[in-house]
């Protein structure tokens, strides 16, 4: 780390903690040619992670938008905020881990329809009816048939 007195770039760490509730550490350090001593902070450099969405538009992944759609899902059903909010943890957390830079809103919609379908089968099927654009009641009786077939296994 280069001295911002002499521009001597070796110095010692004298001491470490975290900070920000463990996002960064905090490091206390002394230049070894002028003995000046400095504060650097250290965290994770984070990559926002891009959805591409179905008409090829790019925004920023925003954890709010899969509140928003799974609040409105589960309205008026026994599914607590805690049980959404865990739902938005897990999908966010999936899609960290995969390390892509760009995931496709396809990628969010089913995780986001996997973790509804343990949590509330009617939640699942209203937001699998605007997520999948059912067109006609058809198209609706279809995927109820697969949750019926999947519950009869």
Known sequence: MKCPFCSYEDSKVLDSRPTNEGTAIRRRRECLRCKKR????????????????????RETFDRSKILKGVIKSCEKRPVSLSQIEGLADSVEEKLMSTMKKE???????????????????????????????????????KELQKIIDEQNN
């Not at 400095?38 to 538009?57: M, S």
């Not at 995931?103 to 969010?108: G, H, I, L, P």
């Not at 937001?127 to 006609?136: H, I, N, T």
């Open 103 to 141: 995931v496709s809103s396809n990628e969010v919609g089913e995780l986001i329809m996997q973790g509804l379908k343990e949590i509330d089968q009617v939640a699942y099927v209203r937001f699998a009816s605007v997520y999948r654009e059912f067109k006609d009641t058809q198209s609706f009786m």
């Open 38 to 57: 400095f504060t650097t902070y250290e965290k994770i450099e984070e990559t926002p992670l891009i959805v591409v969405k179905k008409n090829g538009d």
